[in-house]
């Protein structure tokens, strides 16, 4: 029988356990799919053999682990050494197959792939084996249920390697055999039924691994098979393909048109007659001028060389249309050369769908201004062209929407992009205006504006873009008013490529919005330093605090009624080695920027209330604390270790946040405010009366204390219009119960008037600048008898 004689010579191949196991076997393959089935099977088991090593690494870590006090330890290393070695070897022979017959298999590799992984199988199902053997008799309890729960994950990674069967029973039966002596050498009665326990899982398991090798084998076979039938059709729809279209053509040996078609007639727009008294080269000359297709077809022609797919353009009949041809030689019954045949199609459709396709490959689609792609190309060529010998100065204008996301927010995205397409026509608009410059998209509500030209021309453009998308905009009848800030650089003066000259640019650009938003600023070499010591001291403040360059100094806050230090306010210094202090106008904002003001804010509460908890116990401590942190919902929990951490009560701790905290604020913010102060720590606004100052947070979010600016007092003898705002503040505030605090008292004239108007306490250098903690007993001692003796400011400073 042929099914059975190909089982039996499959059988051959497969090596002895498969002769023994033809029940397992699926019918084989036919002869010319038998290679790649084996190759594919082969390829399949070593795959997962990759996955499968790392669970046999893993087993042999942990099990030196768990049995090194009980077991030999020679044997344990051994084990875990050869167990190492075996999956090292398979993974650089499996490697080493891969890369051999990466191009194709043969007969002679599959056979070795066999014997190879066959082989390993065996050597490592023997290893395993010896574990059992070894470990069970003189284990715990515990480690008993290890050793039987290993053993019975092992043989069940016989699944893993289950498209080669014999691979599977030669790892698999050397291990149920090792197990089952294992469990009875130590003669008990339940190792013995647990073994013949084990012996049926296993059976279970060899049975469902020898089905799972047959269906693996079968839906192999099938893909195989599939393949191979794909690739036959494959090949049919090609010849179909090639021999077929829309149109067929043929000329004589003279080059004149002997075969038309009607829808060749139609796609030329031209009668069969006319074209029967026409050569195709005549009909060719008749294209648009200077199209490739038609000069190579006219050669091929004249060479009588076949040519294929060539597109020609045709502006007779209906308009412009596009056909593709391809035609070759023919020979008579003679052998002469008796003229051309070959097929053509009308493809003008294609054609625009190709052009249109590609014309939205370099536009923006809501905009229709060229997009990114386009810039990076134009910009390229606009750099090296500048950089050349006596090259025109090129510019590059980045444009960023200012207020842009409060109207898309407010209003939808759909009027967000109506608004962007008005921004693009005044873009188009302007640079209209001026031929030398392109406008493109970049992305959001960022555009560009690549300038060629003198940089006072970009100049000038760059304030015509400020005030043209400054205008007013009509969005379905509603008024949207934005700006926009623009940021100028030049090449080759300020870079040669579009990566540079596009990132100096946006630092322009960032100094326009800094610098107040609505205008124009050009790249100059200051900008780049700043952005080059943002990042130095951005990688410098990790590493800093970390090695403890920083550190809190402490400014006291002083009563005004007793001239007695009632606090202080805990601030960041940092010392940089070979440079010295580092202003916190500099850290704050950067840490701000890159989220490590919180790890920040966590360091300087743990700190401040460590080194406050050794003061009197009058004495708070205030703790400046970033927006960012405050709104994190882990905040409460944070403070509240610190203080358990310490020992410093709760009442003594004040939490510092500015005003900024309630812009947009979330259900987390009023959270951590009400958490707090319900567990007795103090809230103090900060900065109070600049910036974003609401009269209603003071209603709407519970706070104990704000604290007045310094800019209220520094003018405080000479400008009335400053200490009738200090009044009114003091006014609402004791109506509130809520203590007030003025910084930035430096005289003693200020201090008494601020006394007589009775607020509650101030800092400042009249007192005493920020000291290191050391210097705390000595500032609660020393200020009082400074401020009863009236000192001048430079006494009490120093």
Same mark, same amino acid.
């Given at each position: 029988?042929?099914?059975?004689?190909?089982?039996?010579?499959?059988?051959?191949?497969?090596?002895?356990?498969?002769?023994?196991?033809?029940?397992?076997?699926?019918?084989?393959?036919? #002869?010319?799919?038998?290679?790649?089935?084996?190759?594919?099977?082969?390829?399949?088991?070593?795959?997962?053999?990759?996955?499968?090593?790392?669970?046999?690494?893993?087993?042999?870590?942990?099990?030196?682990?768990?049995?090194?006090?009980?077991?030999?330890?020679?044997?344990?290393?051994?084990?875990?050494?050869?167990?190492?070695?075996?999956?090292?070897?398979?993974?650089?022979?499996?490697?080493?197959?891969?890369?051999?017959?990466?191009?194709?298999?043969?007969? $002679?590799?599959?056979?070795?792939?066999?014997?190879?992984?066959?082989?390993?199988?065996?050597?490592?199902?023997?290893?395993?084996?010896?574990?059992?053997?070894?470990?069970?008799?003189?284990?715990?309890?515990?480690?008993?249920?290890?050793?039987?729960?290993?053993?019975?994950?092992?043989?069940?990674?016989?699944?893993?390697?289950?498209?080669?069967?014999?691979?599977?029973?030669?790892?698999?039966?050397?291990?149920?055999?090792?197990?089952?002596?294992?469990?009875?050498?130590?003669?008990?009665?339940?190792?013995?039924?647990?073994?013949?326990?084990?012996?049926?899982?296993?059976?279970?398991?060899?049975?469902?691994?020898?089905?799972?090798?047959?269906?693996?084998? #079968?839906?192999?076979?099938?893909?195989?098979?599939?393949?191979?039938?794909?690739?036959?059709?494959?090949?049919?729809?090609?010849?179909?393909?090639?021999?077929?279209?829309?149109?067929?053509?043929?000329?004589?040996?003279?080059?004149?048109?002997?075969?038309?078609?009607?829808?060749?007639?139609?796609?030329?727009?031209?009668?069969?007659?006319?074209?029967?008294?026409?050569?195709?080269?005549?009909?060719?000359?008749?294209?648009?001028?200077?199209?490739?297709?038609?000069?190579?077809?006219?050669?091929?022609?004249?060479?009588?060389?076949?040519?294929?797919?060539?597109?020609?353009?045709?502006?007779?009949?209906?308009?412009?249309?596009?056909?593709?041809?391809?035609?070759?030689?023919? *020979?008579?019954?003679?052998?002469?050369?008796?003229?051309?045949?070959?097929?053509?199609?009308?493809?003008?459709?294609?054609?625009?769908?190709?052009?249109?396709?590609?014309?939205?490959?370099?536009?923006?689609?809501?905009?229709?201004?060229?997009?990114?792609?386009?810039?990076?190309?134009?910009?390229?060529?606009?750099?090296?062209?500048?950089?050349?010998?006596?090259?025109?100065?090129?510019?590059?204008?980045?444009?960023?929407?200012?207020?842009?996301?409060?109207?898309?927010?407010?209003?939808?995205?759909?009027?967000?992009?109506?608004?962007?397409?008005?921004?693009?026509?005044?873009?188009?608009?302007?640079?209209?205006?001026? @031929?030398?410059?392109?406008?493109?998209?970049?992305?959001?509500?960022?555009?560009?504006?690549?300038?060629?030209?003198?940089?006072?021309?970009?100049?000038?453009?760059? *304030?015509?873009?400020?005030?043209?998308?400054?205008?007013?905009?009509?969005?379905?009848? $509603?008024?949207?008013?934005?700006?926009?800030?623009?940021?100028?650089?030049?090449?080759?003066?300020?870079?040669?490529?579009?990566?540079?000259?596009?990132?100096?640019?946006?630092?322009?650009?960032?100094?326009?919005?800094?610098?107040?938003?609505?205008?124009?600023?050009?790249?100059?070499?200051?900008?780049?330093?700043?952005?080059?010591?943002?990042?130095?001291?951005?990688?410098?403040?990790?590493?800093?605090?970390?090695?403890?360059?920083?550190?809190?100094?402490? *400014?006291?806050?002083?009563?005004?009624?007793?001239?007695?230090?009632?606090?202080?306010?805990?601030?960041?210094?940092?010392?940089?080695?070979?440079?010295?202090?580092?202003?916190?106008?500099?850290?704050?904002?950067?840490?701000?920027?890159?989220?490590?003001?919180?790890?920040?804010?966590?360091?300087?509460?743990?700190?401040?209330?460590?080194?406050?908890?050794?003061?009197?116990?009058?004495?708070?401590?205030?703790?400046?604390?970033?927006?960012?942190?405050?709104?994190?919902?882990?905040?409460?929990?944070?403070?509240?270790?610190?203080?358990?951490?310490?020992?410093?009560?709760?009442?003594?701790?004040?939490?510092?946040?500015?005003?900024?905290?309630?812009?947009?604020?979330?259900?987390?913010?009023?959270?951590?405010?009400?958490?707090?102060?319900?567990?007795?720590?103090?809230?103090?606004?900060?900065?109070?009366?600049?910036?974003?100052?609401?009269?209603?947070?003071?209603?709407?979010?519970?706070?104990?204390?704000?604290?007045?600016?310094?800019?209220?007092?520094?003018?405080?003898?000479?400008?009335?219009?400053?200490?009738?705002?200090?009044?009114?503040?003091?006014?609402?505030?004791?109506?509130?119960?809520?203590?007030?605090?003025?910084?930035?008292?430096?005289?003693?004239? *200020?201090?008494?008037?601020?006394?007589?108007?009775?607020?509650?306490?101030?800092?400042?250098?009249?007192?005493?600048?920020?000291? @290191?903690?050391?210097?705390?007993?000595?500032?609660?001692?020393?200020?009082?008898?400074?401020?009863?003796?009236?000192?001048?400011?430079?006494?009490?400073?120093?």
């Amino acid at each position: 029988m042929p099914g059975d004689a190909m089982r039996e010579r499959d059988g051959e191949k497969g090596g002895w356990l498969a002769r023994r196991l033809l029940w397992a076997v699926a019918e084989a393959p036919p #002869e010319r799919y038998r290679l790649q089935v084996r190759a594919d099977l082969l390829d399949e088991t070593l795959k997962l053999a990759n996955i499968s090593a790392v669970t046999h690494f893993a087993v042999a870590v942990v099990l030196p682990i768990l049995f090194w006090d009980t077991a030999s330890r020679l044997y344990l290393a051994g084990l875990f050494a050869v167990v190492t070695m075996i999956i090292g070897l398979t993974l650089y022979t499996n490697r080493l197959y891969r890369r051999r017959y990466a191009d194709g298999v043969s007969e $002679v590799g599959v056979a070795l792939g066999y014997r190879i992984s066959a082989g390993l199988a065996l050597a490592l199902g023997l290893t395993w084996a010896t574990m059992p053997i070894m470990l069970f008799a003189p284990a715990s309890n515990d480690q008993r249920l290890i050793i039987v729960a290993t053993a019975a994950g092992l043989i069940s990674d016989a699944y893993v390697v289950g498209p080669l069967l014999s691979v599977s029973f030669l790892f698999a039966v050397p291990l149920i055999l090792g197990s089952f002596v294992g469990l009875a050498r130590s003669g008990e009665g339940i190792a013995l039924s647990i073994g013949v326990l084990l012996v049926v899982y296993a059976i279970f398991v060899l049975a469902s691994v020898a089905r799972m090798s047959r269906l693996s084998l #079968e839906r192999i076979h099938d893909r195989v098979r599939v393949e191979d039938q794909g690739q036959t059709i494959g090949l049919l729809l090609n010849e179909f393909e090639a021999n077929t279209s829309d149109w067929l053509w043929e000329t004589d040996e003279a080059g004149g048109l002997q075969h038309v078609s009607a829808r060749m007639a139609q796609a030329l727009g031209r009668t069969e007659e006319d074209l029967h008294s026409t050569s195709l080269a005549t009909l060719l000359g008749g294209g648009a001028p200077g199209d490739d297709g038609m000069a190579e077809i006219l050669a091929c022609l004249a060479a009588r060389e076949p040519f294929r797919e060539k597109l020609v353009a045709f502006t007779e009949g209906e308009g412009l249309r596009w056909l593709r041809l391809s035609g070759k030689p023919f *020979q008579d019954r003679r052998g002469a050369f008796a003229g051309f045949r070959g097929v053509g199609s009308d493809v003008t459709a294609s054609r625009a769908a190709e052009e249109r396709i590609a014309y939205l490959a370099t536009r923006d689609a809501l905009t229709g201004l060229s997009n990114r792609a386009v810039f990076r190309d134009i910009a390229q060529t606009a750099c090296r062209a500048a950089a050349a010998p006596g090259g025109t100065p090129k510019s590059l204008l980045y444009l960023d929407l200012d207020g842009f996301k409060l109207v898309n927010d407010s209003a939808g995205h759909g009027a967000g992009d109506a608004l962007l397409r008005q921004v693009a026509d005044r873009i188009r608009a302007v640079t209209a205006a001026a @031929p030398s410059a392109h406008g493109f998209r970049l992305g959001g509500d960022e555009f560009a504006i690549l300038h060629r030209g003198p940089v006072e021309a970009a100049e000038a453009l760059a *304030q015509a873009c400020v005030a043209a998308l400054g205008e007013p905009y009509w969005i379905d009848g $509603v008024r949207a008013e934005i700006g926009v800030s623009v940021g100028l650089a030049h090449a080759p003066r300020d870079a040669t490529d579009p990566e540079s000259l596009l990132r100096k640019a946006d630092l322009a650009l960032y100094t326009a919005k800094e610098s107040g938003k609505g205008r124009w600023h050009a790249f100059d070499a200051s900008l780049e330093r700043r952005a080059q010591r943002h990042r130095e001291l951005d990688a410098a403040m990790r590493p800093a605090l970390e090695n403890g360059e920083m550190a809190l100094h402490y *400014q006291p806050l002083v009563s005004l009624a007793d001239e007695h230090v009632v606090g202080f306010e805990a601030l960041l210094r940092w010392t940089r080695p070979g440079e010295g202090a580092v202003s916190p106008a500099e850290t704050v904002p950067i840490a701000e920027s890159t989220g490590f003001v919180i790890e920040i804010g966590r360091w300087a509460l743990r700190t401040a209330c460590a080194e406050a908890a050794g003061w009197p116990e009058a004495l708070r401590v205030a703790v400046n604390i970033s927006s960012i942190h405050f709104r994190l919902p882990g905040f409460v929990a944070e403070v509240e270790a610190a203080l358990q951490a310490t020992g410093l009560a709760p009442n003594r701790l004040e939490i510092e946040i500015t005003e900024t905290i309630f812009l947009g604020s979330t259900p987390s913010v009023i959270e951590n405010l009400r958490r707090l102060r319900a567990s007795g720590v103090r809230i103090a606004l900060d900065d109070f009366g600049t910036g974003f100052s609401s009269l209603s947070y003071l209603t709407q979010f519970p706070v104990d204390k704000i604290k007045i600016d310094r800019a209220f007092v520094r003018d405080l003898i000479h400008r009335r219009e400053c200490l009738t705002v200090i009044e009114a503040i003091m006014v609402i505030a004791r109506d509130l119960a809520i203590d007030v605090t003025v910084e930035g008292v430096e005289t003693v004239q *200020q201090a008494e008037l601020l006394r007589l108007k009775r607020c509650n306490s101030a800092q400042g250098f009249l007192y005493s600048p920020a000291r @290191p903690a050391r210097e705390v007993p000595g500032l609660i001692e020393s200020i009082p008898l400074k401020a009863r003796r009236a000192l001048p400011p430079q006494a009490s400073a120093a």
